[in-house]
């Protein structure tokens, strides 16, 4: 579904991605684990075209899309979850959640689509007409994943749904996560949490210094002497 | 609260601006010229001061472009007024500025913060003294004569400009549009990353607003008689609708509206009484009004609103 080959990126001069190449399939969890400041969000970035690579090639669904403007890659059906919520904040639940079906293709169809979100985390309809900014941590981050379903997405890309949350709270998370994976949204994760990203997770990859260093199946990553000693700390 | 006060209440909303609008539309029947005079400079404050809010309101870009729109419609006006009639000459002169906006808005709408505040303001500067310029060196003269329509004529065309500036908002407001907008005011990254294209919809709202501005400049300029660039591009015009937006609060619809009418008036009474101190006491005004009421007018009545019904329910 998304075939990433040997893209860099740069910040101005600054070269943030060394010729990365990468896939998801249909249904698919790909979680992508590496130290801070490794270039995850960059790449993240360049994928859902906040960002544009200036050599290789991004393909979504049979088409070409670096080079093509954010607004027009989540029409394609893909949806970019940012780290840190990135929430609205004065405008209530249900506004925040209305504006992931912004394209006119999904704006006709919203109220359906709220729903069904709505249906996945039942919790945001009690609360639909709070603001956003009073909204617990992790009720933001169901705010977050839920704009990004509106959108009905093939793809769903989750930058770092963990943070700043409790435990019980990641736990809740990651079940959502699995769950979007049985219905059909292939999910492209970024997380620091390693150890649970992993178990999730069907393939991974790892980031470092803006190359992949290393990428496979991720029972078998879990397994790896490098993983275990750099980011599990055993 | 029963029913009865509800019904009342809703079509109230809904009658009290038609009510409004009527009783200002029959007034030139029996008021004096001055008051005719003096409704028209507060409705052109009015229309400036929304149109402005339209953008700049939700957004949070602050835009000093307004001198600049309404500048080119005092320039329409002044270039065509004696070819066209005055419905046409408001329409062009609104179009003219609109497409200004469009390309201007294009080009700069990418900055944010202090620096579009900045570039927007030089727009000023730069139009001022680029038809100063031209008029001293290409055309030989500074300024314009400008044919003048008759007071009553004026105010009701102002009056026109006002009701469909407040219908355009009204559409905006409830529109898929008007959350794009808001969103883009509160997370202008969040906003493009659930496919909202941020620069078109600024760059379009930015441009709607500068139409009505340009519209309300043409159509003052026949009150005028005589213009140059430095009366039709006054910098105080971009500085003003920013007071009484301020002064009147953003919050709500009639916020900027109460605020601009305000302030009309306050100016208009304060020029009369101490011609010399007038700016004086302005500013000492508008100071005290931000030191004390910071959500400006609006949120006053809505803290005495909610301080009275929190005592009526507490002796019930």
Not at chain 1, 108 to 121: A, C, N, R, S, W
Not at chain 1, 198 to 207: F, G, M, N, Q, T
Request: aromatic share 10%; charged share 15%.
């Amino acid at each position: 579904m998304l075939q990433v080959s040997d893209i860099d990126t740069y910040y101005g001069n600054i070269q943030a991605l060394w010729g990365v190449s990468l896939r998801i399939d249909e249904a698919e969890i790909v979680a992508l684990v590496g130290a801070n400041g490794a270039g995850k969000t960059t790449l993240l970035n360049t994928v859902s075209g906040l960002l544009h690579p200036a050599s290789g090639r991004i393909e979504f669904c049979g088409k070409r899309i670096d080079g093509m403007a954010a607004y027009a890659i989540v029409q394609l059906g893909m949806s970019h979850i940012p780290e840190g919520r990135r929430l609205f904040p004065d405008m209530s639940t249900r506004e925040n959640l209305q504006l992931g079906a912004y394209p006119r293709r999904l704006w006709k169809h919203k109220e359906k689509t709220l729903e069904e979100v709505y249906k996945i985390f039942p919790i945001l309809k009690e609360k639909e007409s709070q603001l956003a900014r009073t909204l617990s941590g992790g009720e933001q981050q169901m705010v977050a994943i839920g704009r990004g379903l509106m959108s009905m997405p093939r793809l769903c890309i989750i930058d770092e749904p963990s943070s700043g949350l409790a435990p019980v709270v990641v736990d809740e998370i990651f079940q959502i996560i699995l769950r979007l994976r049985n219905e059909d949204i292939g999910i492209f994760l970024v997380e620091q949490n390693v150890q649970q990203t992993l178990e999730i997770a069907d393939r991974a990859y790892v980031l470092e210094n803006g190359r992949i260093t290393l990428g496979g199946e991720s029972k078998e990553l879990l397994q790896q002497e490098v993983i275990r000693k750099a980011y599990l700390g055993l | 609260m029963d029913i009865a006060r509800v019904i009342s209440k809703r079509s109230s909303a809904l009658w009290a601006p038609f009510l409004i609008l009527i009783l200002l539309a029959s007034l030139p029947l029996c008021a004096p010229q001055y008051t005719i005079i003096l409704l028209t400079t507060i409705f052109m404050y009015i229309v400036i001061t929304v149109s402005w809010t339209m953008f700049s309101g939700p957004t949070g870009y602050i835009s000093l472009a307004p001198a600049a729109f309404f500048g080119v419609g005092v320039y329409t006006s002044a270039l065509l007024g004696l070819v066209l009639p005055l419905p046409a000459i408001i329409g062009i002169g609104g179009l003219a500025s609109f497409c200004l906006a469009l390309f201007v808005g294009a080009l700069t709408l990418r900055l944010r913060g202090t620096y579009f505040v900045m570039f927007t303001f030089g727009l000023v500067e730069l139009l001022l003294h680029f038809v100063l310029w031209w008029e001293v060196n290409i055309t030989g003269t500074t300024g314009r004569v400008v044919p003048t329509v008759n007071n009553t004529k004026v105010f009701y065309f102002m009056l026109i400009i006002f009701v469909i500036l407040m219908f355009a908002l009204y559409t905006i407001r409830g529109s898929r549009f008007g959350l794009a907008l808001e969103a883009i005011g509160q997370n202008e990254d969040a906003a493009a990353h659930t496919g909202v294209n941020v620069t078109m919809v600024k760059v379009i709202t930015f441009a709607i607003s500068a139409f009505f501005m340009g519209a309300a400049g043409a159509l003052m300029a026949t009150r005028w008689t005589y213009i140059d660039p430095k009366i039709a591009f006054n910098p105080l015009l971009s500085f003003m609708p920013v007071l009484m937006a301020i002064f009147g609060g953003m919050g709500q619809l009639y916020g900027p509206i109460i605020g601009a009418a305000i302030f009309a008036y306050l100016e208009e009474f304060l020029i009369t009484r101490f011609p010399y101190y007038y700016m004086l006491i302005f500013g000492t005004i508008m100071v005290i009004a931000i030191v004390y009421m910071p959500e400006g007018l609006v949120g006053l009545i809505r803290r005495l609103l909610k301080s009275s019904t929190e005592g009526r329910h507490a002796r019930t």
